[in-house]
C-alpha cells in the first residue's frame, strides 16, 4: 500500500519562511509532487521532484530525500495570498504499470498580517 | 487556452437518485482523472481514462462509474446516491496516459446529496 502523511495546520506570519514536511510510504516510489489549493478552487500543479535535492521556483522550493521517505515544501517571503491547502502526491504502481497519482491529506497555512 | 471544465459547478440530488458529472479536459490531453474531496479532506482518486479505456480505479463502491469519450471528454456516474457522497468532485486532465506528475485540474462540481 502507499501512504503519505503531512501536518494538518500551519501558521506563520507574512514575510515569514515555512516549511510543509511530507513523509510517504510507497511502492515504485518515481517523485513526489506538489499542489496548491485555495479554498473551493482547483488545485494546482507547483512542483515535482524525482531526484534527491533542492528545486527552486521563485518564492518557492521542494526538497526531496529518497534515503529517507521524506520531502518538503519550502514558502519564502509569505504572503496572504499563499494562504492555502498544500497537498504532496506520489504515484502508486501497486496495480501494474497503470498507476495513479495518490493525494496527502492536505496542510492548510494560514498567514498572518 | 481553455483549461479543464467541468459541469454542473453545483448539483443538489436526494437519496437515491443518479448524478451525472461532466468534465472536459485541455485541448490535446488523453487523460482523464477523477477526484473526490469531502469537506476539509484530501484528494481521493475515484477513476482514470486515457484513450477511452478505464486505466485504473479507486477504493469506491461500483455505483461509482464513469466512461472517456472519443474526444477525451468524460462523465462520472453516481447511482443510488447516499450523503456521504456529498463532497467537490474533481476532474483533472493530462497529456499523456503513462506516468505523468502534472495534473491540470477543474474547478470541480460540488455534489450535495439531501
Known amino acids: 500500500g502507499q501512504s503519505l502523511e503531512q501536518p494538518s495546520e500551519v501558521t506563520a506570519v507574512e514575510g515569514a519562511i515555512v516549511q510543509i514536511n511530507c513523509t510517504y510510504q510507497t511502492s515504485g516510489f518515481y517523485g513526489l509532487s506538489w499542489y496548491q489549493q485555495h479554498d473551493g478552487g482547483a488545485p494546482t500543479f507547483l512542483s515535482y521532484?524525482?531526484?534527491?535535492g533542492l528545486e527552486e521556483t521563485g518564492r518557492f522550493s521542494s526538497f526531496l530525500s529518497r534515503s529517507d521517505s521524506y520531502g518538503y515544501l519550502l514558502l519564502q517571503e509569505l504572503q496572504m495570498k499563499d494562504s492555502a491547502s498544500y497537498f504532496c502526491?506520489?504515484?502508486?504502481?501497486?496495480?501494474?504499470?497503470?498507476?495513479?497519482?495518490?493525494f496527502g491529506q492536505g496542510t492548510t497555512l494560514q498567514v498572518k498580517p | 487556452e481553455a483549461g479543464v471544465t467541468q459541469s454542473p459547478t453545483h448539483l443538489i440530488k436526494t437519496r437515491g437518485q443518479q448524478a451525472t458529472l461532466r468534465c472536459s479536459p485541455i485541448?490535446?490531453?488523453?487523460?482523464v482523472y477523477w477526484y473526490q474531496q469531502a469537506l476539509g479532506l484530501g484528494l481521493q482518486f475515484l477513476l482514470w481514462?486515457?484513450?477511452?479505456?478505464?486505466?485504473n480505479r479507486g477504493n469506491f463502491p461500483p455505483r461509482f462509474s464513469g466512461r472517456q469519450f472519443p474526444n477525451y471528454s468524460s462523465e462520472l456516474n453516481v447511482n443510488a446516491l447516499e450523503l456521504e457522497d456529498s463532497a467537490l468532485y474533481l476532474c483533472?486532465?493530462?497529456?499523456?496516459?503513462?506516468?505523468?506528475?502534472?495534473?491540470?485540474f477543474g474547478s470541480g462540481t460540488q455534489l450535495s446529496v439531501l
Open positions: 502526491a506520489v504515484r502508486d504502481h501497486g496495480s501494474g504499470n497503470t498507476g495513479k497519482l495518490i
Open positions: 481514462y486515457d484513450e477511452g479505456e478505464e486505466r
Open positions: 485541448s490535446g490531453h488523453t487523460s
Open positions: 483533472a486532465s493530462s497529456e499523456e496516459g503513462r506516468v505523468n506528475e502534472k495534473l491540470f
Open positions: 521532484n524525482a531526484l534527491d
